[in-house]
């Protein structure tokens, strides 16, 4: 085949191959499905919400975190205290989607000691979480995973549940969720 046929191909079929050209883009790219799922979670369809239905009395399994100093973190020393639990992956596309909604939640509830967010890197080599803090800069604080009840999580990425003052989960939520919106913050502080 000669350059003129092969230029003439492409002419023809340019739009075929700029559709796989997306497709590819977007199968092989965490970065591209992750902004591709950050416009799906921002029509408002994917509303994280603490139903009122869900029994409130399921007593959270004991679990432990080491954060970014080496420091260990117990669930008896969060008793009183609302916790967000966020287990996450800096290779998951739908963690990567949901990571600046979570980020603008834990900003705003940051300074209030009844608050408690723990954020959970499940990636095998703790750098690359760590550098993806830094690259997307994110104020999350950085945790690892210690004793961990599959009750509390069974492998799915993202999972994010939220503990009431009392120790039980009140909302254990597998998938991406838009976190910063009102309707949630102001689930969260009913729970104070």
Known sequence: MDLKKISNKIKKN???ILFYTVILIFIFSPGAKAWLLQRIISTGFFKA???KEQPANIAAPAFS???????LVTSAELKGK???INFWASWCPPCRAEMPSLNKLYLSLRNDSHFVFLFVNEDEDIN???NFIKENNLAIPF???GAVSPELFGGT???TIVLNKEGNIVLKHEGMADYDNEQ???QLKQLK
């Open 65 to 71: 975190f080491t954060d970014s100093n080496g420091t």
């Open 143 to 145: 945790y690892q995973p």
């Open 14 to 16: 340019w739009g075929n």
């Open 82 to 84: 609302v916790v967000l």
């Open 184 to 186: 949630f913050i102001n």
């Open 157 to 159: 990425l993202p999972t």
């Open 128 to 130: 690359k979480g760590i």
């Open 49 to 51: 919400e603490i139903k």
